[in-house]
């Protein structure tokens, strides 16, 4: 079951996506989900080959409220958390977050 949908619209964002990913990957588990919606960007951004990655691909772009709904549509996670393409996000980042929804429910 996910327990985390880490949902990140991007628009032209591939050089800050490049790094976040760097960041997150080593720390998904089978609890935790990321869903990209890259936002119509000029170049295709093409994430790191991991089961728990999902993308979505605007033609054009729709502004950032529309990629997060539709991350929102794509989310299976109990639970919803939003990061910016150009977030850095710190080595324990989604161990916290896990810990914070096991305690506080």
Same mark, same amino acid.
């Given at each position: ?32 989900e990321?869903?990209?919606? %890259? /936002?119509?960007?000029?170049?295709? !951004? ?6 728990? =990655?999902?993308? +979505? ?21 109990e ?6 393409? %150009? /977030?850095?996000?710190?080595?324990? !980042? ?6 914070? =929804?096991?305690? +506080?429910?």
């Amino acid at each position: 079951m996910i327990k985390l949908s880490i949902v990140i619209p991007a628009f032209n964002a591939e050089p800050y996506l490049d790094e976040l990913m760097e960041r997150l990957v080593p720390q998904l588990t089978d609890e935790v989900e990321v869903v990209i919606v %890259d /936002d119509g960007s000029r170049f295709a !951004y093409k994430p790191p080959e991991h089961p728990a =990655i999902r993308l +979505e691909r605007f033609d054009k772009n729709k502004g950032l409220s529309a990629a997060r709904n539709r991350g929102l549509e794509m989310a299976q996670g109990e639970y919803i958390h939003f990061i910016d393409a %150009d /977030d850095m996000v710190p080595e324990n !980042y989604v161990q916290y977050m896990i810990k914070k =929804i096991d305690d +506080e429910q």
